[in-house]
T-cell receptor
Framework: DTAVSQTPKYLVTQMGNDKSIKCEQN?????MYWYKQDSKKFLKIMFS???????INETVPNRFSPKSPDKAHLNLHINSLELGDSAVYFC?????????FGPGTRLLVL | GENVEQHPSTLSVQEGDSAVIKCTYS??????FPWYKQELGKRPQLIID?????GEKKDQRIAVTLNKTAKHFSLHITETQPEDSAVYFC????????????FGAGTRLFVKA
């Protein structure tokens, strides 16, 4: 299946923990993104990598650190999780224009 | 800063009627305008897009229009069906290495059978 995939699909964790979300695309795209979608459904760009280089880094706490080992992967590590981090995190990829989104990771911080 | 305003936030129409969603962008460097549909519990999916050198684009029951001077763009859905019910996002993009995309806040469309 050609797609953008994310793991895990659901993540329930305690405040203060550190967690990672992984994203992979096999579409041959050169740009990958992380978005946060809050409970009001607002989609906010967090990071973007083009050919493994960070090109967009919005106002995101330092606790969030993206890593792109190669063009097909973009992982997101979150340190010291807070209640406000609870959201759905979407990975996306593109080659030029329109973006293809992953299925999302539903993060709940207790 | 860069901003995309989207209206209305909620839209309810009768099956068979038309639905129109409007967006305004602030970044004059934006040159690509995609629309995404997100069904409940699913991922956003690209449904149609338009580039800044085009004023209108149509794909079956959906069409987009763009007024660059006014920085307005709109999505038109004709002959709506219950399966069109979803949240629709407009977005404005400009190239900065990759594409920096700013999303509107979304419109929740209900199509009543």
């Amino acid at each position: 299946d050609t797609a953008v995939s994310q793991t895990p699909k659901y993540l329930v964790t305690q405040m203060g923990n550190d967690k990672s979300i992984k994203c992979e695309q096999n579409l041959g795209h050169d740009t990958m993104y992380w978005y946060k979608q809050d409970s009001k459904k607002f989609l906010k760009i967090m990071f973007s990598y083009n050919n493994k280089e960070l090109i967009i880094n919005e106002t995101v706490p330092n606790r969030f650190s993206p890593k792109s080992p190669d063009k097909a992967h973009l992982n997101l590590h979150i340190n010291s999780l807070e209640l406000g981090d609870s959201a759905v995190y979407f990975c996306a990829s593109s080659l030029g224009t329109g973006q293809y989104f992953g299925p999302g990771t539903r993060l709940l911080v207790l | 800063g860069e901003n995309v305003e989207q209206h209305p936030s909620t839209l309810s129409v009768q099956e068979g009627d038309s639905a129109v969603i409007k967006c305004t962008y602030s970044d004059s460097a934006s040159n690509y305008f995609p629309w995404y549909k997100q069904e409940l519990g699913k991922r956003p999916q690209l449904i149609i897009d338009i580039r800044s050198n085009v004023g209108e684009k149509k794909d079956q029951r959906i069409a987009v229009t763009l007024n660059k001077t006014a920085k307005h763009f709109s999505l038109h859905i004709t002959e709506t069906q219950p399966e069109d019910s979803a949240v629709y996002f407009c977005a404005a993009s400009r190239r900065t290495g990759g594409f920096k995309t700013i999303f509107g806040a979304g419109t929740r469309l209900f199509v009543k059978a």
